[in-house]
């Protein structure tokens, strides 16, 4: 199985930080998602795409990145202030309008430096933390569990 992640991680390297912890628990690709026009998405089963949240939803490069994908099974995460998961939700509705099957959605807590929150050192310090760390890990092999039962029926 291939698995390829395209990652938009600009402001503190904090969905970097799950993207690499994805990595250790299942083989996958990592790339920046500026680079996504150069790839043949057809030589990935599976395709994620993550990001911290600026101004309410993931960043251009992983929305147009998203705008590339069509028809496949995808996963989506991000980190924020808030580490809502209603966040993803702009990305999984545009993946969605695009034929894409949403396999599943993972969101978590990083550290906030924007604006004011940047004079106090920031919201959110150690995040995300080792247990965010575990949770992507967790959420990535029951990503891959739900495409394998996909593929069986
Ligand atoms: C310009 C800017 C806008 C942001 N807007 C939001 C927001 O709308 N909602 C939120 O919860 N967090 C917001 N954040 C916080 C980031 O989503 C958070 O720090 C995230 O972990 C950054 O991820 P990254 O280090 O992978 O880029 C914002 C941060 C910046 C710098």
């Given at each position: ?71 496949r099974p995808v996963f989506v995460f991000s980190t924020s ?31 906030d430096k924007f604006f004011i929150f940047k004079l106090a ?33």
């Open positions: 199985m291939k698995i390829l992640v395209l990652v938009d991680s600009h402001h503190q390297g904090n969905t970097m930080k799950i993207a690499e912890a994805m990595a250790e628990a299942a083989p996958l690709t990592v790339i920046k998602a500026e680079k996504a026009s150069g790839l043949n998405f057809d030589d990935y089963d599976i395709i994620g795409l993550g990001g911290g949240i600026y101004f309410g939803k993931h960043g251009a490069s992983v929305t147009e990145a998203a705008g590339l994908i069509h028809d202030g808030t580490g809502a998961e209603k966040n993803n939700e702009p990305l999984v509705s545009l993946l969605k309008n695009n034929g894409a099957e949403v396999l599943g959605s993972f969101a978590c807590k990083g550290l050192g920031g919201i959110n310090k150690g995040r995300p933390n080792d247990g965010d760390l575990e949770n992507g890990k967790k959420f990535i092999l029951e990503v891959i569990e739900k495409y394998g039962k996909k593929e069986r029926k």
